[in-house]
């Protein structure tokens, strides 16, 4: 009997593999962006950091004088 090239095991073997190189990779991300968190790095933006806040003075239903497509609530 002439055996499978992709062999159970072997497709098995291929997936851990490929399961810790995965890992490995988001670990080194994960790491890398907490560095930066904690370093304080002004390049990193987060969705919250995007956000306009009404500038004081502004009443709720005026829009926003830089965009005035922008509806403050």
């Known amino acids: 009997m002439r055996r499978s090239m992709l062999s159970e ?3 098995v073997v291929v997936l851990f593999i ?4 995965t890992f490995f990779f988001a670990q080194a991300d994960s790491s890398k962006i907490e560095q930066m968190y904690l370093n304080n790095d002004p390049t990193v933006t987060t969705s919250v950091d995007q956000v306009q806040t009404p500038k004081p003075g502004i009443k709720s239903n005026e829009t926003h004088p830089d965009n005035p497509a922008v509806q403050l609530r």
């Open 9 to 11: 095991k072997k497709v």
């Open 18 to 21: 490929m399961v810790l190189v």
